[in-house]
């Protein structure tokens, strides 16, 4: 068991040197840190949900997604042309909320968030997702 909460320490030590390196990177500007990072993490996150299905769409493969498809008569597969224009409003998408998320920044400083602070420990950080994901389960399912 003690070897387990070792390697969980270790595992703190190298995510809080990654967090130095990138505070470096950015020279420890929070407005850019925020902005990107947020932006970055928001992109990163929609593309693991939806990497995925795009390729469904535009494929038509594996076969037996086809079932679950709501609209199976419509745009199936998706065109080059239209799938290619889904991705550039993405993308516009993308660019809008990273311009809004640099506006929010003063928000941000005024309930007194850092990004110059160490990275929270591994048991905090699983802590807080087990409890603000039954929060969300009991806001949006109940």
């Not at 270790?10 to 470096?24: A, C, R, S, T």
């Not at 925020?34 to 993490?41: A, D, I």
């Not at 928000?107 to 990004?115: A, R, W």
């Not at 110059?116 to 997702?129: E, G, R, S």
Request: charged fraction near 15%.
């Amino acid at each position: 068991m003690s070897l387990i909460f070792e390697y969980i320490n270790l595992l703190d030590v190298f995510l809080n040197n990654q967090w130095l390196k990138i505070l470096e990177l950015f020279d420890h500007d929070d407005r850019l840190i925020f902005t990107f990072g947020t932006s970055v993490v928001h992109f990163i996150s929609f593309l693991i949900g939806n990497l995925f299905f795009m390729f469904v769409d535009y494929t038509g493969k594996p076969a037996w997604m086809f079932k679950y498809k709501i609209n199976k008569d419509e745009h199936f597969p998706v065109k080059p042309r239209r799938f290619l224009w889904c991705c550039a409003v993405v993308y516009f998408n993308e660019l809008l909320s990273c311009a809004f998320i640099y506006l929010i920044y003063p928000v941000m400083k005024y309930t007194g968030m850092s990004c110059d602070q160490p990275v929270p420990a591994l048991w905090k950080m699983y802590l807080l997702y087990v409890i603000f994901g039954y929060i969300n389960e009991i806001d949006f399912y109940y």
